[in-house]
């Protein structure tokens, strides 16, 4: 337990669904991420939060949504997902947004299938 | 584009042997990090190494940084069965409000 945890472990959603996935830390942290991680992919990086405001949006399509309602929680809202999205979702935080003084936090991920 | 590039790819070694990962990235840092994932689970920081030093131990774990070459490497010494998991390097920019930007990995696996 990293003191990041993320759910669920595993979803399997059609496209025309609508999910969400959560992410929650009780580091005290105040920075928060998530990453999208494909197979044979490097990591990238999705939306980044400080303090509750986001702070980064990598050209992200809209059928993701971000939402962080405080500095411990983070959502990753879904809906009309294509396959191509299917990955492995990653949440991570840190103590302050950035390269991260004492480097970034990571939850065990959620495993996403788009059928 | 990726900021850090790890070589090899994959590495096969046996156990107690040393193995050696390399991360090479484009811009000038403000720090490197290595992280540890195990098979379709999260990242895991392993260490952190600054701009102005040159090497750092951790464990059985030694990182070296060459920024004139702009080059890092990961030394795992008297490699454990235990230690099969992917390694990636991870960048951190100097300009203010950059993010940790990954590169695509080493596949370690120790043999028994």
């Known amino acids: 337990e990293t003191g990041v945890t993320q759910t669920p472990r595993h979803l399997v959603m059609g496209m025309t669904n609508k999910k969400s996935l959560k992410c929650e830390q009780h580091l005290g942290h105040n920075a928060m991420y998530w990453y999208k991680q494909s197979a044979k992919k490097p990591l990238e990086l999705m939306f980044v939060?400080?303090?509750?405001?986001?702070?980064e949006n990598n050209s992200v399509p809209s059928r993701f949504s971000p939402e962080c309602p405080n500095s411990s929680h983070l959502f990753l809202h879904l809906h009309t997902l294509q396959p191509e999205d299917s990955a492995l979702y990653l949440c991570?935080?840190?103590?302050?947004?950035?390269?991260?003084?004492?480097?970034?936090?990571f939850g065990s991920g959620t495993r996403l299938t788009v059928v | 584009s990726q900021q850090g590039e790890e070589d090899p790819q994959a590495l096969s070694i046996q156990e107690g042997e040393n193995a050696t990962m390399n991360c090479s990235y484009k811009?000038?840092?403000?720090?490197l990090q290595w992280y540890r994932q195990n098979s379709g689970r999260g990242l895991v920081h392993l260490i952190l190494?600054?701009?102005?030093?040159r090497e750092k131990h951790s464990g059985r774990l030694r990182v070296t940084l060459d920024t004139s070459k702009k080059s890092s490497s990961l030394l795992i010494t008297a490699s454990r069965a235990a230690d099969t998991a992917s390694y990636f390097c991870a960048t951190g920019l100097n300009n203010a409000g950059n993010m940790l930007t990954f590169g695509g990995g080493t596949r370690l696996m120790v043999k028994p």
């Open positions: 811009t000038s840092i403000n720090n």
């Open positions: 991570a935080s840190s103590q302050d947004p950035g390269t991260g003084r004492d480097g970034y936090t």
């Open positions: 939060y400080s303090l509750e405001e986001r702070v």
């Open positions: 190494i600054r701009s102005n030093e």
